[in-house]
């Protein structure tokens, strides 16, 4: 498959080979951009997701034995076909997804990053050991592999995504089964045609296609020894309950609604231009993005217009054209959801300083677009300044110190990320100290930790205790040993 070839219906990638669902429900994936349907993807069935488990489940053993330097060698061939192909997969990421073709570009890269990692396996998932713990007596901890692991991912960021997980539990000698979005499919099954061409061996990983149905069934099967989750929070503490329930390790990461603090002595072109990137790239819809601007006193009023004129500055239409600078939004039900809140609030008395209900891009009446919005007279127990959006939406607080921004952020139940803009090393310091959130910025918009760190909230934003990728990630991917030993 390319860019400019993609099939009518998509098919599930199970013990190695393109299989057609047997499912009759089908979804179409339609370019938001243009409203336009691509393709269309199966609803698979439970059955169907447990054929996967068990070829999964097959494959197991001997991908065990497989030695890590050997394992990661499959790692090495397919970060050389990502390299290959990025342009176009980053093509189709746009099609199925309305990021701009830069934004999709970042994020496959990011993708790219965390296979990188896992071809330095063999080093990540040493173990500990010691000598003479006693006299004569030695000491090592091994880590290994579990058996079966399944993510299950959201449409924001269909390639990257899966990309957190399925290379870092397979390099640790775990197999697997993605479920990727329903509303964005098409990269991933561009990525396992190169998984495919990368000569896993059949079973070590599987693609199932589908919606909740799928998702329960990795839930609930025995073989499944642990669930990653990324979406939305209420999402996510179901799988964390349901998963846990039924005695699975679980990661499940949710929604966000991050905060950004502006300090007085801030940089405020750079600043402006980071929190303009922050809250209206990707449309919006990054679980990083900035929602709120909390101004500390006086740089309140001229952030305001700065941050107006930038946000009006930005050219909205179809991300393959690579004069525009913000998508569309997923889906028209998103588009009605997005416009919902922002009569929500204008209901409640947030002053809107820049309306984006009305736009129209004129080559594409019917993309799903959503101009940059941005509220002024926000209140904390307003529901546009606690409810996620996930829609280029920015709303702007005055606040008359540190302390009180670090109120607010306490106040609000997500904790995904957040940032200040200061030149203060002593603000930098209390924010990072006292603020309680997980992914931080100092300085920086989106506060996204690369892939050999961890990535993964706090608060009502993250379900689980070991978050996505990095050392992290080896930890829940795999099970430790100790072993005592003494020989006579
Ligand atoms: P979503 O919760 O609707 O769907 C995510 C996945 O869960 C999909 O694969 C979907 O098929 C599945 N799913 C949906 N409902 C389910 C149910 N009832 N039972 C079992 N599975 C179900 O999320 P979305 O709209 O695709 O993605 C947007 C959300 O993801 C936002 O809230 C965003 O903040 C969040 N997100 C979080 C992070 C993070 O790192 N914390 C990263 C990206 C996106």
Same mark, same amino acid.
């Given at each position: 498959?390319?860019?400019?070839?993609?099939?009518?219906?998509?098919?599930?990638?199970?013990?190695?080979?393109?299989?057609?669902?047997?499912?009759?429900?089908?979804?179409?994936?339609?370019?938001?951009?243009?409203?336009?349907?691509?393709?269309?993807?199966?609803?698979?069935?439970?059955?169907?997701?447990?054929?996967?488990?068990?070829?999964?489940?097959?494959?197991?053993?001997?991908?065990?034995?497989?030695?890590?330097?050997?394992?990661?060698?499959?790692?090495?061939?397919?970060?050389?076909?990502?390299?290959?192909?990025?342009?176009?997969?980053?093509?189709?990421?746009?099609?199925?997804?309305?990021?701009?073709?830069?934004?999709?570009?970042?994020?496959?890269?990011?993708?790219?990053?965390?296979?990188?990692?896992?071809?330095?396996?063999?080093?990540?998932?040493?173990?500990? =050991?010691?000598?003479?713990?006693?006299?004569? &007596? +030695?000491? !090592? @901890?091994?880590?290994?592999?579990?058996?079966? $692991? #399944? %993510?299950?991912?959201?449409?924001?960021?269909?390639?990257?995504?899966?990309?957190?997980?399925?290379?870092?539990?397979?390099?640790?000698?775990?197999?697997?089964?993605?479920?990727?979005?329903?509303?964005?499919?098409?990269?991933?099954?561009?990525?396992?045609?190169?998984?495919?061409?990368?000569?896993?061996?059949?079973?070590?990983?599987?693609?199932?296609?589908?919606?909740?149905?799928?998702?329960?069934?990795?839930?609930?099967?025995?073989?499944?020894?642990?669930?990653?989750?990324?979406?939305?929070?209420?999402?996510?503490?179901?799988?964390?309950?349901?998963?846990?329930?039924?005695?699975?390790?679980?990661?499940?990461?949710?929604?966000?609604?991050?905060? =950004?603090?502006?300090?007085?002595?801030?940089? &405020? +072109?750079? !600043? @402006?231009?980071?929190?303009?990137?922050?809250? $209206? #790239? %990707?449309?919006?819809?990054?679980?990083?993005?900035?929602?709120?601007?909390?101004?500390?006193?006086?740089?309140?009023?001229?952030?305001?217009?700065?941050?107006?004129?930038?946000?009006?500055?930005?050219?909205?239409?179809?991300?393959?054209?690579?004069?525009?600078?913000?998508?569309?939004?997923?889906?028209?039900?998103?588009?009605?959801?997005?416009?919902?809140?922002?009569?929500?609030?204008?209901?409640?008395?947030?002053?809107?300083?820049?309306?984006?209900?009305?736009?129209?891009?004129?080559?594409?009446?019917?993309?799903?677009?959503?101009?940059?919005?941005?509220?002024?007279?926000?209140?904390?127990?307003?529901?546009?300044?606690?409810?996620?959006?996930?829609?280029?939406?920015?709303?702007?607080?005055?606040?008359?110190?540190?302390?009180?921004?670090?109120?607010?952020?306490?106040?609000?139940?997500?904790?995904?990320?957040?940032?200040?803009?200061?030149?203060?090393?002593?603000?930098?310091?209390?924010?990072?100290?006292?603020?309680?959130?997980?992914?931080?910025?100092?300085?920086?918009?989106?506060?996204?930790?690369?892939?050999?760190?961890?990535?993964?909230?706090?608060?009502?934003?993250?379900?689980?205790?070991?978050?996505?990728?990095?050392?992290?990630?080896?930890?829940?991917?795999?099970?430790?040993?100790?072993?005592?030993?003494?020989?006579?």
């Amino acid at each position: 498959m390319n860019s400019a070839n993609i099939p009518n219906v998509i098919r599930n990638y199970i013990n190695g080979e393109w299989v057609s669902s047997s499912s009759d429900e089908f979804l179409d994936i339609i370019n938001p951009a243009t409203g336009d349907v691509i393709s269309q993807t199966p609803l698979s069935t439970s059955e169907e997701f447990n054929s996967a488990v068990q070829t999964a489940k097959d494959a197991f053993p001997s991908w065990r034995r497989t030695p890590p330097v050997v394992r990661a060698r499959y790692f090495f061939k397919l970060k050389d076909l990502m390299e290959k192909n990025f342009e176009d997969l980053s093509r189709i990421l746009t099609m199925e997804n309305g990021k701009t073709l830069i934004e999709s570009k970042g994020s496959v890269r990011r993708g790219i990053e965390n296979v990188e990692v896992a071809c330095g396996m063999p080093t990540t998932m040493q173990g500990d =050991s010691l000598e003479d713990i006693a006299e004569g &007596i +030695d000491c !090592t @901890v091994f880590r290994q592999p579990m058996g079966v $692991f #399944g %993510c299950i991912t959201p449409f924001n960021f269909p390639a990257m995504v899966p990309l957190w997980f399925f290379p870092c539990a397979v390099a640790c000698g775990n197999t697997f089964v993605v479920k990727p979005s329903e509303q964005t499919p098409l990269s991933q099954i561009r990525i396992f045609e190169l998984v495919e061409e990368a000569g896993f061996p059949p079973g070590v990983i599987n693609l199932v296609n589908g919606d909740k149905e799928c998702a329960n069934a990795m839930l609930d099967h025995p073989e499944i020894k642990g669930v990653s989750f990324v979406g939305s929070s209420h999402v996510a503490a179901y799988v964390y309950r349901r998963a846990s329930e039924n005695g699975k390790r679980v990661q499940a990461l949710g929604g966000a609604k991050n905060f =950004s603090i502006v300090m007085p002595d801030a940089d &405020i +072109d750079k !600043t @402006v231009a980071a929190l303009t990137d922050s809250a $209206f #790239g %990707c449309a919006g819809e990054r679980c990083l993005a900035t929602a709120i601007v909390l101004a500390v006193g006086d740089v309140y009023d001229e952030l305001k217009g700065k941050l107006v004129d930038a946000a009006k500055g930005l050219k909205v239409g179809n991300g393959l054209d690579e004069s525009v600078t913000m998508g569309p939004v997923i889906s028209a039900e998103h588009k009605e959801r997005v416009i919902g809140y922002i009569e929500q609030g204008v209901k409640e008395g947030a002053q809107l300083l820049l309306d984006g209900r009305d736009i129209r891009v004129g080559d594409h009446p019917n993309g799903f677009y959503v101009g940059p919005t941005i509220f002024d007279n926000i209140t904390p127990e307003m529901v546009i300044a606690k409810e996620e959006i996930f829609g280029p939406v920015l709303g702007i607080m005055r606040v008359e110190s540190l302390d009180e921004a670090l109120d607010i952020i306490h106040g609000n139940e997500y904790g995904n990320a957040s940032s200040i803009f200061t030149t203060s090393g002593a603000a930098a310091r209390k924010f990072r100290h006292e603020v309680g959130i997980s992914m931080l910025g100092i300085n920086i918009g989106i506060a996204a930790p690369m892939a050999f760190f961890m990535f993964g909230g706090s608060r009502g934003s993250f379900f689980g205790d070991l978050k996505a990728y990095g050392r992290d990630g080896v930890e829940f991917y795999t099970e430790k040993r100790v072993v005592i030993e003494r020989w006579f």
